[in-house]
């Protein structure tokens, strides 16, 4: 393989070098327009040299072409040998099979909305089958829907309990999602939604649709074949949002709100595609979010949407970043040699600043915040949207700009403190300052925006992956867990851990502890 | 002030060199019962040596005297010169002040419940008012309750829009909690639902009750006496989960879950007060945070619940934790001196499992996981309750065992690829393992064992903070951005943000990012 190893690129040394050497804060006003968004870079470390050495980089990594193999449907997954094509999903014109497939879902929907059926839909996926869903529903039915949508993911029976707790099953839809159709949670999950319904003395056929990359597996399991709806093997779990997956969000806040998100996303392919790489907002957020984790070692990144209905964008862009970067290994099998893939997680503001932001102000390492805020709200409380924006912008400014010792004893002073008190409170009240953040301004939550800012994300954790020489597309890390946990459900139903003794010859004994709860455990 | 400095300590000295000389697996089962609760502390590095170092290390930081100080209501927030005195919440017998106040609490839920009122509660209250009751009312009202409870926080006016949705005022009862009754967020979604009463023709005073340390301000906001609920200036918001903020509990789950709560509580104080250091669970838990924080140099800590009933334990504790120890000075102004507080995040497994567990196995850090699993499930699934306990078993068992490269490889090979393919793919499938854990058991999820495990959190938290030298019931971090954040409200109201020219003599004037989204988003 002759994909060069990151620490032997003579660009690499440059972009740290760059990136060392950089003021903590410069002052600037650095805007990147991009469709449906503007991305504010002025809070990241920044200078033309570091900028220069970004692009060098790119160039060494190959950038253009392997931008464009992406947004051609080739082979970009490298260790599963597949393309990761999920753009053409959104493209205004794509391949037969993908057209059909969407107006198959608006048929779906447009029928049940003539004939007002199905008042609950029970969405039973998990992951990249979940947290897309979750989002836009989250976001566009907030404050309620004609469809009451419950969404059980978990293998833990009181999520499917909960979620069936109270629905007519006469009015329930099931939706069933799973690309592999063997995924043990949801596998699980439905078929406590079928007993339910039959319990109920209906035909589950009727009541229950799956989508799926395996529709015989599906089919198999009872689903009628007009309610299969089909995924691809080269649409990975965390970039189905784009697939039959959003069937459920399309019964619940409408086709049209698919539709914009296509188009949103669609429109920040070309951007990535198109624009100059200093103008381009993926590759920049990528750029920064390289210097922040390989170079200044920070080990998390925390996402602050300021807008209570992106609660869920925190675990969809998690997933989308975690598991894509969530290696240590090139593609060349390799150790890539700096750390890789940050700790993603957060909380919509304000809410976040009553919990942890303490932390992000005066603990030892802070995290880097991407804020997202739209300028725009939809409902009719000025008052409100322009705390919530202040707030934003309060709260950015002041992890930026810190407060210095001197600042505080003056503060402290003005409080009326005496000496004494001055010098002993006024340590607790510094804040060092400088860490970085992106600001994105979205005009108001429509799909339009949405959509593009999740394809922001995901070419941001493409071009980071590039740059580490990671494949963002696999994800090998998750199969050992499963493997285990399938030798330990039996052990769990026998009663017995598998001991040196006992162990058949292919497994190895489990540790102490792990034999002591098996023993424990066992039912 | 004579607190000696953390680094000054040659007991902190020795704990880092046995820390540091610690295999990263031990192999044996190391378990400690507490009330409520088993803590399995097998996964994380021990030895003989590092146990009397950290028992070495609490004597020097005065730990007896310092935890009976905690638990007799002394002034231990050294800052703000007051007690924390949130354990006399709980204890079977307290000053006559907190039992009529908690009696006040029951008596209104047992005349509601018996006039069959208040078919709907709106909850209003942000951080510490609001995740320890959205903890408690999913815990237990997970499959639905007669009354409906929504919680509005986020000053964003969707949260309060959303929250009111579809409720029938008449039946709706408006919970405001406020320690100051200042809180931003909280007034101003009170006033709505204030104008939504009005609005309905009903009186605001006869369907809003406050819990607040200040109620003169209560009265003067419009609440009745007779409707508000005390509480003190001593019991922090992170803690305030025992006092009258539980009124939503109560009316959602019942009376019997606060005072389990308590009980669970007020069993793990007298543990921490009594059990030997070894044996001493939140000690246990403390060291080895401590261990993994500052000489392992890991950055966060996950919480991994495997009960789905458990989602809010996350933002309960990643508050609890990281408001408390989010510091990098001591109670004497100094530089602790190591990294502190780590950040906290995590979700409930399995749905971890397929977020972000990619990056658990096989991300350059990784983090310490805290798994919390339930022995006996509240559902009548057996097949589902041995899959969430083997899957959480499985996964901790990974993350400790890890995989070499000669074992992927020879998986490689059972599955048939060749050499080439082997050679390729194999370095994919490699784990470090070693990765730290505490494994929690709760018999079952009852309010005695969760109360004794937010107890638990509270205590390792207490004694971190005493380790580390800093005080963990400030929280000066959050005042910089509120002060900021009025000016910029003021600021967005009149259209100009502060420049140079413009800016009042005592505020400094804003980066120009700053400025530029002020002008660009006033209204």
């Known amino acids: 393989m002759t994909f060069p190893a990151l620490l032997d690129l003579p660009e690499w040394k440059r972009f740290v070098l760059a990136a060392q050497t950089c003021a903590p804060r410069a002052d600037g006003l650095d805007l990147i327009e991009a469709p449906g968004l503007v ?38 997954n490298v260790t599963e040998h597949r393309a990761a094509w999920h753009t053409v999903l959104r493209a205004p014109r794509g391949p037969e099979d993908v057209l059909s497939a969407r107006e198959r879902v608006d048929a779906f929907v447009r029928r049940a909305d003539s004939e007002r059926r199905w008042r609950h839909i029970v969405h039973v996926g998990i992951g990249g089958s979940d947290w897309g869903v979750r989002l836009a529903v989250t976001a566009f039915g907030y404050a309620g829907t004609w469809r009451d949508v419950r969404f059980v993911a978990n293998i833990d029976g009181h999520a499917i309990e909960g979620g069936l707790a109270g629905l007519d099953p006469r009015e329930t839809l099931v939706v069933l999602v799973s690309k592999s159709f063997t995924t043990a949670e949801t596998l699980q999950n439905g078929a406590r939604a079928r007993e339910w319904l039959k319990a ?8 229950m649709v799956a989508v799926t990359a395996q529709p015989e597996r599906a089919r198999a399991w009872g689903i009628a074949d007009t309610h299969i709806f089909r995924l691809w093997d080269w649409v990975g779990g965390r970039f189905s949002i784009w697939s039959a997956v959003s069937l459920t969000t399309a019964l619940s806040v409408g086709s049209d709100v698919l539709a914009g998100l296509r188009m949103g996303a669609a429109a920040m392919d070309e951007h990535f595609a198109q624009a ?15 210097v922040n984790r390989s170079v200044l070692g920070q080990g998390s990144l925390n996402i602050a949407p300021y807008d209570s209905r992106l609660a869920n964008l925190v675990p969809y862009v998690q997933q989308l970043d975690m598991e894509s970067l969530g290696k240590s290994v090139d593609v060349a099998g390799r150790p890539v040699g700096v750390p890789t893939g940050p700790a993603v997680w957060g909380m919509p503001g304000t809410d976040a600043q009553h919990t942890f932001f303490q932390w992000m102000h005066q603990g030892s390492d802070g995290a880097p915040v991407d804020f997202i805020l739209c300028r725009q709200a939809d409902h009719h409380w000025p008052t409100h949207h322009r705390q919530l924006l202040a707030n934003c912008l309060a709260q950015r400014e002041a992890l930026m700009r810190g407060k210095t010792l001197d600042e505080a004893r003056a503060e402290c002073r003005a409080e009326g403190l005496g000496a004494a008190a001055v010098e002993a409170l006024a340590p607790h009240r510094v804040h060092p300052g400088g860490r ?7 005009p108001r939550l429509s799909p339009y925006s949405l959509g593009a800012l999740l394809a922001l994300y995901e070419h941001k954790v493409f071009t980071q992956g590039l740059i580490w020489g990671i494949d963002p597309f696999d994800q090998w890390g998750v199969e050992y867990g499963k493997v285990l946990a399938k030798g330990i459900i039996a052990e769990l139903g026998a009663g017995v851990a598998a001991s040196a003794e006992t162990a058949p010859p292919a497994a190895t004994p489990h540790d102490a502890s792990t034999h002591h709860w098996i023993e424990a455990l066992s039912s």
Chains 1, 2 share one sequence.
């Open 276 to 290: 100059p790489l200093a103008a381009n907002a993926p590759v920049r957020m990528a750029l920064a979010g390289i």
């Open 200 to 207: 109920a003395g209906l035909d589950p056929a009727a009541h």
């Open 39 to 76: 991305l504010d870079t002025s809070g990241q470390r920044h200078s033309a040299d570091l900028l220069a050495a970004g692009e060098a980089l790119l160039e060494a990594r190959d950038f253009a072409t392997q931008r464009a193999r992406l947004l051609a449907g080739d082979e970009v």
């Open 436 to 442: 970085p953040n992106h600001l994105i301004v979205l």
